[in-house]
DNA sequence: TCAAAAGTGTTATCGCTACACCCATGG
DNA sequence: CCATGGGTGTAGCGATAACACTTTTGA
């Protein structure tokens, strides 16, 4: 056994503006591939925690700490990286638009998920990845809230989970499914959704306490 | 950055017995804690592929190579192993108890998975994962099969599906429901299922065309 | 013929899908 | 008063859950 393998991690940050899912794309600062397009990326080294090397860079690169971030795989090729043996644990980060869309980190850039360019490394794959989970969580568990302001219209959450799903949901359906399952409560307000909106929406919220109750019933939210 | 973590794998290997679900646990044969109980684990050189070592390890300590392997997670605290920075890759795999039950590798020992000894390590937390992974897995995609033998009865995958999902379920609505999913083909022959049974189980197989294809289709498996 | 396990059917309820119009508001 | 997007109801159908007896077979 040697100490012999290098550590980094890559954050795949998710968000949602309203249309379409987007991704931060980086650009390689150092030799070799200077400038080429990466994922947001650090080296993690011996003494530092993964984990907090990746919401440091999370915070560096979005402004902002609220941000929703689990492991998404370890990506360990032997040849992945021309330098040596680096062992990439890449996080999954899902953020709320409204909180970072002004943020200008100087680098990187708010691309739509789906017209990422071509990356360094195995880069595009970590990419992939978290998109395919993002999928199957929406589906499976009520996540989709955190790529939400704190509260949000009916309109917002239904769009979001066309985006997710890649398909039409029916609007009325929609919001019996959710209605039912009794997670959102009504926050008795509305806005205007967009600028010029003839009537406003009402304002919902996703309500954490009531989903760990039911969750621990042995709930199963499905989509 | 430095070239100065090391990489090591475990395995947590799930059967089912017929009654309860199962998994190796070995001993550590080096000092410190030599002899404590620790999964099956193996170290993984710069040069290795971590896929590969967690192959090898798993054809060594079940004699055979049919195994359903997956990566589980990276388990990467900075104080984990006393020796210095370790990162494990572990990996969360399913085997077929007709294949190993008559196995015996020394110092490895079956366990039913609710009675695993405290473990070296975090290794307690990496079984814990793989069994709420598991948990999920069978929930959502028809992952149970792999845990049988490729022919097997309805009270098999009946008991097999109690067990993981710890709750009786109806024989009558377990059997429409799978036979509803189209994914069972009967084989038209019977076993006795235990020795002494007074009438014969007729036999199915998982059929895996059937499923890609409705898979491609947008088929969602659920449970 | 009996003991033991395999295998089967019906009903009531619930959730899902498909579908089209009225409402509230600002301009 | 009209244009715009927000918001609502219903009917049919398929899935689920609850429930107990008949069949097959070896001993």
Same mark, same amino acid.
């Given at each position: 056994?040697?100490?012999?393998v290098a550590?980094g991690?890559?954050?795949v940050?998710i /968000?949602?503006?309203g249309?379409?899912?987007v991704?931060?794309v980086?650009?390689?600062s150092?030799?070799p591939?200077?400038g &080429?397009?990466?994922?947001?990326s650090?080296?993690v080294? &011996?003494?530092e925690?993964?984990?907090d090397v990746?919401? =440091?860079?999370?915070?560096?690169?979005?402004?902002?700490?609220?941000v929703?971030?689990e492991?998404?795989?370890?990506?360990a +090729?032997v040849? =992945?990286?021309?330098m040596g043996r680096?062992v990439n644990i890449?996080?999954? /980060?899902l953020?709320?638009?409204d909180l970072v +869309?002004?943020?200008?980190v100087?680098?990187?850039?708010?691309?739509?998920l789906?017209?990422a360019?071509e990356m360094?490394?195995?880069?595009n794959?970590?990419?992939?990845m978290a998109?395919?989970?993002l999928k199957r969580?929406v589906?499976?568990?009520?996540i989709?809230?955190?790529?939400?302001?704190?509260?949000?219209?009916f309109?917002m959450?239904?769009?979001?989970?066309?985006e997710?799903l890649g398909k039409?949901?029916?609007? =009325?359906n929609?919001?019996?499914k959710f209605?039912?399952?009794?997670?959102l409560v009504?926050?008795?307000?509305?806005?205007?959704?967009?600028?010029?909106?003839k009537k406003?929406s009402r304002?919902?919220?996703?309500?954490?306490?009531?989903?760990?109750?039911?969750?621990l019933k042995?709930?199963?939210f +499905?989509?």
């Amino acid at each position: 056994m040697k100490f012999d393998v290098a550590l980094g991690t890559s954050l795949v940050v998710i /968000a949602f503006d309203g249309e379409k899912l987007v991704t931060l794309v980086g650009k390689k600062s150092e030799e070799p591939y200077r400038g &080429a397009p990466m994922l947001p990326s650090n080296w993690v080294s &011996a003494s530092e925690s993964v984990e907090d090397v990746a919401k =440091r860079l999370a915070v560096k690169i979005l402004g902002m700490d609220k941000v929703y971030l689990e492991q998404l795989n370890a990506f360990a +090729k032997v040849y =992945r990286n021309p330098m040596g043996r680096v062992v990439n644990i890449a996080h999954y /980060a899902l953020v709320n638009w409204d909180l970072v +869309k002004n943020v200008k980190v100087e680098g990187y850039e708010w691309m739509n998920l789906n017209e990422a360019p071509e990356m360094i490394f195995d880069h595009n794959e970590i990419l992939e990845m978290a998109y395919e989970r993002l999928k199957r969580r929406v589906k499976h568990r009520p996540i989709g809230f955190v790529l939400l302001p704190k509260q949000f219209t009916f309109n917002m959450i239904h769009a979001l989970y066309e985006e997710c799903l890649g398909k039409a949901l029916d609007k =009325r359906n929609f919001r019996k499914k959710f209605m039912r399952s009794q997670l959102l409560v009504e926050v008795g307000e509305s806005i205007f959704e967009a600028p010029g909106n003839k009537k406003p929406s009402r304002l919902f919220e996703f309500d954490q306490k009531e989903y760990d109750k039911l969750t621990l019933k042995g709930y199963d939210f +499905k989509f």
